[in-house]
């Protein structure tokens, strides 16, 4: 049974540039959402998406942004990175909208920015 | 807004003995309340939950202890074995949200 992956594992850009970052989620799972973990933090909540919307979105701004596919899967779009989007970044998924529904993380994708 | 604050931020404890991490929060609109464990280059894992209309839960060595009216929860693990060394987050998920917001983590190093 695949947990959640997410790809790539590391990544390094420059300030300015725009990254995307993917992830499937566990096998039956329809919900994905993504999280922000900066160095000795809890994880923070970027978005959900849910048949393709964004259901509801965190603290974060508009170069943030987000897409899910009919397979379930998605992508987390970053523009004009700073030096502050230095991060893990964790997908979850989860079944439906259930209000206890637990989220399943992947590993995340260790951005870091130069 | 910090709306959960966790502690101890570290805790050392001796193999067989009890850990105890605890989270106070700001506002009762939660309904769900997870506890997550992290080992270092992993994501988080749901460890237990409890609803707040439970007072206590236990799975195993882990226990989790709810005081709704103090806004108060509590992690326990009992007979800590060095396998337990993780950093382990208090979570809350708001009544009507998908949100969950972590606290900042305890690094539990058991020692044997």
């Known amino acids: 049974d695949a947990g959640v992956t997410q790809s790539p594992t590391h990544l390094i850009k420059t300030r300015g540039q725009q990254v995307t970052l993917r992830c499937s989620p566990k096998?039956?799972?329809?919900?994905v959402s993504w999280y922000q973990q900066a160095l000795g933090q809890g994880p923070q909540f970027i978005f959900q998406?849910?048949?393709?919307?964004?259901?509801q979105r965190g603290n974060f701004p508009d170069r943030f942004s987000g897409h899910q596919f009919p397979n379930y899967s998605s992508e987390l779009n970053v523009n004009a990175l700073l030096l502050g989007d230095s991060a893990l970044y964790l997908c979850?998924?989860?079944?439906?909208?259930?209000?206890?529904?637990?989220?399943?993380f992947g590993d995340g994708t260790r951005l870091s920015i130069l | 807004q910090q709306q959960v604050k966790q502690s101890p931020q570290s805790l050392i404890v001796q193999k067989g003995g009890i850990s105890i991490i605890n989270c106070a929060y700001e506002?009762?609109?939660?309904?769900?309340f997870p506890w997550y464990q992290q080992f270092p280059g992993k994501g988080p894992a749901l460890l237990i939950a409890?609803?707040?209309?439970?007072s206590e839960k236990k799975e195993g060595r882990f226990t989790i202890s709810f005081n709704k009216s103090a806004k108060q929860f509590s992690l326990h693990i009992m007979d800590s074995q060095p396998g337990d060394s993780a950093t382990y987050f208090c979570?809350?998920?708001?009544?009507?949200?998908?949100?969950?917001?972590f606290g900042k983590g305890t690094k539990l190093s058991v020692i044997p």
């Open positions: 506002n009762t609109a939660f309904d769900y």
């Open positions: 096998s039956g799972h329809d919900t």
């Open positions: 409890i609803r707040p209309d439970v």
């Open positions: 998406y849910y048949e393709e919307e964004e259901r």
């Open positions: 979570v809350l998920k708001g009544a009507g949200s998908y949100q969950l917001t």
């Open positions: 979850a998924s989860s079944l439906g909208l259930g209000s206890n529904q637990p989220q399943h």
